[in-house]
């Protein structure tokens, strides 16, 4: 018999306000943004970070714009089994359509990628220095984020007979699972985060903290993407384990050695 750990079951609508429903997922995202913007200041107080502590909520609402569109229209390309069939649509934004459900991590950060670069060019700031800023600061809304896909019950991980097993109430199987989200916590959040910060210790050039948060997300998405059941309208890509997030994982890894050599060939010293 397998030993399993009983899944907590909370809420995921953590209050309600009238007919207004707050989920943990909305407040993640929330909370993600604020303490961003808390670290943001704090470096900008310090100096580290090369922009005025005036244009840092300027920058944050770049940076939700470049989130939650890019997440969507990432799910929508890489996830979504007909991104171009536009007869089934349930309505003609539906790439866009927040509520419908379905973001990506890969998708949103080319949004916030491409967001910075505008705001840069726009608030004339050093683009790879915010770049190392919002990398030392996206970890933990990844933590957040990720548990909040475990009060909902999403995500979960692929059957296994391990003790910390799990059977999650949104599973039609309802068999043990493995928690993969709280991996991706420990992972995506408290690990990279803990890496990222003992780097910038030693770091002298703009744009190597930005460059090993890609490559550090990339092969933590990529070893715990084999405990992760794949998202169901994919399946398994190739050879039966072969995943989206590791193909799209593996991609960003490789974009991310190409970064930091180039920055270690071409950036300024500090």
Known sequence: MIAIIRYPNIDPVLVHLGPVAVH???VAYLAGFLIAYGLLGRLSRSGWLRIGRDKVSDLISWLVLGVLVGGRLGWWIFYSTHPLNVSQWETWYEPIALWHGGMSFHGGLIGV????IVWA???KAPFWNVADALALAAPVGLL???LANFINGELYGRPTEVGWAMI???DPLGVPRHPSQLYEAM???VLLLACLWMIKRWARRDGVIASAFVILYGVFRIAVEFAREPDPQLGYLAWGW???GQVLSLALALVGLAMLW???RTAAVR
């Open 262 to 264: 180039s920055r270690r």
């Open 121 to 123: 060019r726009r608030a």
């Open 113 to 116: 990628i491409l967001a910075v």
């Open 24 to 26: 943990w997922y909305g």
């Open 168 to 170: 999650f109430p949104t």
């Open 242 to 244: 072969v995943t989206m």
């Open 187 to 189: 992972l995506e959040g």
């Open 144 to 146: 957040f984020g990720r």
